[in-house]
């Protein structure tokens, strides 16, 4: 007797990443480039790229996102351990530049038109690593203050 569609075995569900909920490689490239579009012309994080070729380190990006939300371990395999804080740590990262990078990433993640609940996601993981990044404290001293223990009576 042919089974009812009840009685069939139920075809087994494979859990989503959120890297393929997001559109998978395709949508991580588009985010990425987007937003080393803007970085090509901003004032504040510009400057701060050691490379001419912002090539690498837009590569560097799209890999380390598609990894982290579930997609390829490329990131792990072609630069170790992510160690994100430590490896940012030689660029001067204050509220400013953190907020301009937040911005632009941002503008670009509204440009892909994702789901709301998706791009809600996506935006409060940023914002934390944005936040996580910053390495000079908004109540650090201005670069140019006097050392007052180097004053001489
Ligand atoms: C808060 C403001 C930020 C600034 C100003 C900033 C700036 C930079 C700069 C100047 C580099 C060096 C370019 C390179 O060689 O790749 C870099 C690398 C990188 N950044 Fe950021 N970044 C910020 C936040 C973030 C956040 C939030 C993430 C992750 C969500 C991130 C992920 C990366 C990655 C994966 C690399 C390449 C690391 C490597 O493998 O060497 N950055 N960033």
Avoid at 21 to 47: M, N
């Amino acid at each position: 007797m042919t089974p009812t569609p009840a009685e069939e075995s139920p075809t087994p569900t494979v859990p989503v990443t959120p890297y393929e909920q997001f559109g998978g490689e395709p949508f991580f490239t588009a985010l990425v480039a987007a937003f080393y579009e803007r970085v090509a012309h901003d004032p504040i994080l510009r400057p701060m790229y050691p490379e001419t070729d912002l090539g690498p380190a837009q590569r560097r990006l799209t890999m380390f996102l598609e990894q982290y939300w579930g997609g390829p371990h490329t990131y792990d395999d072609e630069r170790g351990h992510p160690r994100l804080r430590m490896r940012h740590a030689p660029y001067p990262i204050d509220s400013i530049a953190r907020d301009r990078w937040l911005t632009l990433m941002h503008d670009a993640m509204v440009e892909q038109g994702m789901p709301e609940d998706d791009e809600r996601l996506l935006w409060q993981y940023l914002v934390g690593a944005a936040f996580g990044m910053q390495n000079i404290p908004d109540d650090a001293p201005p670069a140019n203050a006097i050392d007052v223990t180097e004053v001489r009576p």
